[in-house]
DNA sequence: CTTTATGCGTAAGCCAGAACTCGCTGCGGC
DNA sequence: GCCGCAGCGAGTTCTGGCTTACGCATAAAG
């Protein structure tokens, strides 16, 4: 499932028009990624939580040249599903 | 951030009341959950992917009794952050 | 609304360390 | 007041990182 899809099904379920479902679905895309990117998690409860993740540097490889790579440390986005989430993918 | 929050902000970018941003998020959550509850991926552009993943049966450890732990199979949901995502957090 | 053009995302291959997983309980958010 | 989330410990699974090419999505224009 793609944005349009989503977006469309948005559209149905709470009677938006499907360009405003759009423009709601990518104004929450940004509004989380600015929110992340401030240091801060987002939790939506029932559904999971976005954490930004440290990720402490390390020495890699490149696969193609074999040669040691030096991977500087850097920030990720991890997400933890919630109770509701693993339910539902569990069944 | 929490769900209420997140709502207001919906709201505000949008220019939605809140009781509506607070239903499309919710309509959001719910149909994100049942798509991927349904072994499909939901792949959101610029911001990263959902996808089911197939986790294999191990032996664990109950970390108060440190007896082991038999674990089985099951699914979870994985979240693999976009280019803007990474970039936005990176920065 | 459909098409076009551009720009991302995905996939693969390899390897090392890192993150996630589990059960249970307290505590805090709802 | 109640449900959901964080945290612990150890092992295993898994991702990251690079690069190329291809395919699809996105956004804008007719």
Redesign the interface.
């Given at each position: 499932?793609?944005?349009p899809e989503?977006a469309a099904?948005?559209a149905e379920?709470?009677d938006?028009s499907k360009d405003?479902?759009s423009?709601?679905?990518n104004?929450?895309?940004?509004?989380?990624?600015?929110?992340?990117?401030k240091g801060?998690?987002?939790?939506?409860?029932?559904?999971?939580s976005?954490t930004?993740r440290e990720r402490a540097a390390r020495t890699g490889k490149n696969p193609q040249t074999g040669k040691p790579l030096d991977i500087p440390a850097?920030?990720?986005?991890?997400?933890k599903?919630g109770k509701?989430?693993?339910d539902?993918?569990?069944?």
């Open positions: 499932m793609r944005k989503l099904a948005i379920r709470a938006l405003k479902a423009q709601v679905l104004v929450i895309i940004d509004e989380i990624t600015e929110t992340v990117s801060n998690d987002v939790t939506l409860i029932g559904f999971g976005f930004v850097s920030k990720t986005v991890a997400f599903p509701a989430l693993k539902a993918v569990s069944k």
